[in-house]
């Protein structure tokens, strides 16, 4: 197979790629807003974006970017001598992260994802203050759940509680928001990176995981929100799902799935993705089917000793989000532009050349005999459910299912990997996707 040009994006396809993206997201805003007028139904002022507040960066910030710019690409050549060691990368990743984040400011990037609002707060943090007792929190959950703060009552109580242990810790908002990036970006990427050795080279696998965390979603979101961890524990349940040791992988499918229950309830649409996924693969649902039972067993388990009952409150959640509503009334439409609103905003928040590079892969994935399109298909599949089933009924995609992510990137893996892209390319990738990241922590706030 052939390529038609030594050079991946040439100056001139990044002005025309950079307009295009540009004025496609522009037009979609104005086409949204004569459609809000039209049916009297709201769409988000910054559309796609659902949280979003646009600013001007001062010239602190501004310069405070360039520095940043000036790291990543010493950095980018240190990973390059590297083969990408995937120490590296993490220590790498995780730096950038929080690095982006401060260009928001001390509160607006560190405190504001855990602690916005102060005493007038509306996050897990503000509704963990308030809990007296664990055990009497978990048993009045399914009472009170409609009456909670917004996100506590759309997630199981266990995701409140794990701020709640935080509290009794004594860790500060700022504690919270380094030390839970530490950890979801470095097992995000080692499982990442774990799951992409089996079917490429260990440099290149590395070297595809560093993009994932340059990926502006997960360089806004990874710092820090329940998603990052939920996108951790998936491809968690992901490695082991594939991983060749049966006993191991049961027990860590279980583990990991069990984990993502405790903290949302997203968690459900994971079996069909990893049913689809084997089936694809033309592989038994045996461990699958096992370790969905194991879950179940520790959820009945906790029902009875807790008094919580997961399913009645999933039910409640399901209430709560979901729009029922009859064809063509203002609810349908609603859904109609929550759908578009939620697609729009996860292609923007994976920028456009990873979008290009994407496409390209598409292509090239049923003539790739080492790479399994299963994740790939897996992952369309349960996005398309996720969807119909109203999944993301308040927008903010780019969050809530920030393990998606993952999948774009098996494409664009595909692709890099067929061209035998060079050190050069390689590098070019990774900096139009990160120069995007930075430019949107500059331009904009986006506290949910």
């Not at 646009?54 to 501004?62: E, T």
């Not at 049961?250 to 997203?266: N, R």
Request: charged residues 10%.
């Amino acid at each position: 197979m052939s390529f038609p040009s030594n050079r991946l994006f040439s100056v001139r396809y990044i002005i025309y790629v950079t307009s295009l993206s540009l004025l496609l997201v522009i037009n979609a805003n104005l086409i949204m807003r004569i459609m809000s007028r039209v049916t009297g139904v709201s769409v988000p002022p910054f559309f796609p974006i659902s949280v979003f507040a646009f600013r001007i960066p001062s010239l602190g910030q501004i310069l405070g970017a360039l520095g940043l710019l000036a790291f990543f690409f010493g950095a980018l050549k240190y990973l390059c001598k590297t083969d990408f060691r995937l120490s590296s990368v993490i220590i790498v990743g995780i730096c950038l992260i929080v690095a982006s984040n401060l260009l928001q400011g001390w509160r607006g990037g560190v405190l504001d994802p855990i602690d916005i609002g102060g005493v007038k707060g509306y996050e897990y943090y503000h509704q963990a203050l308030e809990i007296k007792s664990a055990s009497q929190f978990l048993a009045s959950f399914e009472r009170v759940q409609s009456d909670l703060m917004c996100h506590s009552r759309v997630h199981p109580p266990y995701a409140t509680l794990l701020f709640y242990a935080f509290v009794r810790m004594g860790l500060s908002p700022a504690l919270i928001s380094m030390g839970m990036a530490v950890c979801a970006t470095g097992f995000s990427l080692f499982f990442l990176q774990r799951i992409l050795e089996r079917n490429f080279q260990r440099s290149f696998a590395s070297y595809i995981s560093f993009l994932y965390v340059l990926i502006p979603a997960v360089q806004i979101y990874y710092l820090f929100s329940i998603e990052a961890l939920v996108a951790t524990f998936f491809l968690g349940a992901a490695y082991f799902l594939t991983h060749p040791k049966g006993f191991l992988s049961c027990v860590g499918i279980s583990i990991f799935l069990l984990l993502s229950s405790l903290l949302t309830f997203l968690f459900i649409f994971f079996i069909p993705l990893f049913g689809i996924l084997q089936f694809v693969n033309k592989r038994a649902i045996k461990r699958l089917t096992i370790s969905v039972l194991l879950v179940g067993m520790v959820h009945l388990f906790l029902y009875f000793s807790t008094h919580f009952n997961y399913a009645y409150s999933f039910l409640t959640t399901c209430a709560i989000e979901s729009h029922h509503a009859e064809l063509y009334s203002k609810e349908f439409i609603l859904y109609i532009f929550t759908r578009l609103e939620s697609i729009a905003e996860i292609l923007l928040f994976a920028g456009p050349f990873i979008l290009v590079l994407c496409v390209r892969g598409i292509t090239r994935l049923k003539d790739n005999k080492k790479v399994s399109r299963g994740f790939f298909i897996a992952g369309i599949v349960s996005f398309i459910i996720m969807m119909i089933a109203g999944v993301c009924g308040n927008g903010e995609s780019a969050r809530i299912l920030i393990f998606m992510y993952a999948f774009l990137l098996l494409p664009v893996a595909v692709y890099l990997d067929k061209r035998k892209a060079s050190g050069e390319e390689k590098m070019q990738v990774a900096s139009l996707l990160f120069s995007q990241s930075v430019l949107m922590q500059l331009c904009g706030r986006y506290n949910w």
